[in-house]
């Protein structure tokens, strides 16, 4: 099974609003991803998680802010974000972090479409 | 800096066709080629993937070959069909780094 879910599958949110995206895996990967990606572009990093640590953040604005509660958890908070934040926002799980490549192969979810008024 | 560069960025194939996408990389220490497959509004499915010690792998209908010496790879689609229409990203990966995109390649199959 190399099935990664994610909820919800649409959000509109006002820039004034909190909320929070998830994200869940039942693969044992200790390695946990949040991508954006917008329109007709490959998807960008925003921040790493190895072993339920806080391994990368991509000089994410800290009105995203991650969250990993278990090995199979992810989640997103968002907070006061603008409108061009916009976008299908992608989790992704992998066996390891930092390791052959093959171990780094990385499995996505259906993602969250965002739209921030 | 994009270390992976995609082409063609879009492609129109008849029904029965062969599509062919292509990557060429620059970064050596990359050391395996995965392959994406998107439709719209959902994520990435991983569709096949690649080691540079072997130069070509197929399953099914989807093909990678593989040229390490020029630092390139491609995949091919036999007997296109119209449910391959989706966008195609190449990427690459080392041991302690992130997957590096290519720009995506959106196909189109036409009936």
């Not at chain 1, 879910?5 to 895996?25: A, D, F, I, R």
């Not at chain 1, 990385?106 to 993602?111: L, M």
């Not at chain 2, 630092?71 to 990203?89: E, N, R, V, W």
Request: contains cysteine; proline residues 7%; aromatic residues 10%.
């Amino acid at each position: 099974d190399t099935e990664v879910t994610q909820t919800p599958k649409h959000l509109v949110m006002g820039m004034t609003n909190k909320k929070s995206l998830k994200c869940e895996q039942h693969m044992g990967h200790r390695a946990m991803y949040w991508y954006k990606q917008k329109a007709k572009k490959p998807p960008e990093l925003m921040f790493v998680y190895s072993y339920e640590k806080l391994s990368i953040n991509e000089s994410v604005p800290s009105r995203f802010s991650p969250e990993c509660p278990n090995s199979s958890l992810l989640n997103l908070h968002l907070h006061a974000l603008q409108p061009e934040d916009s976008a299908l926002y992608l989790c992704a799980s992998s066996q390891e972090l930092a390791v052959a490549g093959i171990l780094s192969t990385q499995y996505f979810g259906p993602g969250t479409r965002l739209t921030v008024l | 800096q994009q270390q992976v560069k995609q082409s063609p960025q879009s492609l129109i194939v008849q029904k029965g066709g062969i599509s062919i996408i292509n990557c060429a990389y620059e970064n050596t220490a990359f050391d395996y080629f995965p392959w994406y497959q998107q439709f719209p509004g959902k994520g990435p499915a991983l569709l096949i993937a690649i080691r540079p010690d072997v130069s070509e792998k197929k399953e099914g209908r989807f093909t990678i070959s593989f040229n390490k010496s020029a630092k390139q790879f491609s995949l091919h689609i036999m007997d296109s069909q119209p449910g391959d229409s989706a966008t195609y990203f190449c990427a690459a990966i080392h041991a302690g780094n992130m997957l590096t995109f290519g720009g995506g390649t959106r196909l189109m199959v036409k009936p």
